[in-house]
Structure formats: C-alpha cells, structure tokens
Nanobody, 124 residues
Framework: QVLLVESGGGLVQAGGSLRLSCAAS????????MGWFRQASGKERELVGA????????VYADSVKGRFTISRDNDKNTVYLQMNSLKPEDTGVYYC?????????????????WGQGTQVTVSS
C-alpha cells in the first residue's frame, strides 16, 4: 500500500514557476513508477508526465515538453514536478499517481495509487 500526498500548488502569474512535491509512504517507493496528471475544470484528467522507478526515464505530454521536469528522490520517497514558463492553460488540479510497474506508464487506469491533488492556478 502506498499513500501519496501532494504539496506545492498555488497561484502564480503566467511565466512563473512552481515545484510540486509528492511524498509517498511505504518502503517500496523505489519499485514504483510515478506519474503526474492534471484536471482542468470541466475537462478530463490528462497525463502531464511520468518517470520510471529508477528515475532514468521520463515522458511528457507535448503541451508541457521543455517547460516541465519530473524527477524523484528515492531516498526521500518523493517525486517532483518542476513547472516553468507557466501558462493559464496549465491551471488545474495536479495529481501524482503510482504504479508497481517499474517502467513508465501513460494511462490513468495503469495507476493504482493516487494523491488527493493540489490546485495550480496560473493568472494571465
């Protein structure tokens, strides 16, 4: 069982930066690949990006490539989402998710563990 808790959301102006953190419980965090998803009001939840269990492989949605970076610290049981050059369309609730498959996973249904979400609002 893995419990995930996100933090770091908030209100930022367009062009600004935020770093989200997702702290995981459990001693097997290093076995899990992790993903970040977001959901804007009235829209479906979508993948932002994902990282494999070892941290050496990442994938990103086209909309965030070059602006967002996912990393993880397995000693701290934490995964991060660094968001730069934020745009109003990045506004939404951001969720971290975990799966006990070691390789990166892209689909929501492949993730069995979810955090409660953290709100990110980007003003124009």
């Amino acid at each position: 069982q893995v419990l995930l808790v996100e933090s770091g959301g908030g209100l930022v102006q367009a062009g600004g930066s935020l770093r989200l953190s997702c702290a995981a419980s459990g001693r097997t965090f290093s076995w899990y690949s992790m993903g970040w998803f977001r959901q804007a009001s009235g829209k479906e939840r979508e993948l932002v990006g994902a990282i494999n269990s070892g941290g050496g492989s990442t994938v990103y949605a086209d909309s965030v490539k070059g602006r967002f970076t996912i990393s993880r610290d397995n000693d701290k049981n934490t995964v991060y989402l660094q968001m730069n050059s934020l745009k109003p369309e990045d506004t939404g609730v951001y969720y971290c998710a975990g799966t006990n498959y070691g390789r990166t996973r892209l689909k929501m249904e492949e993730y069995g563990y979810w955090g409660q979400g953290t709100q990110v609002t980007v003003s124009s």
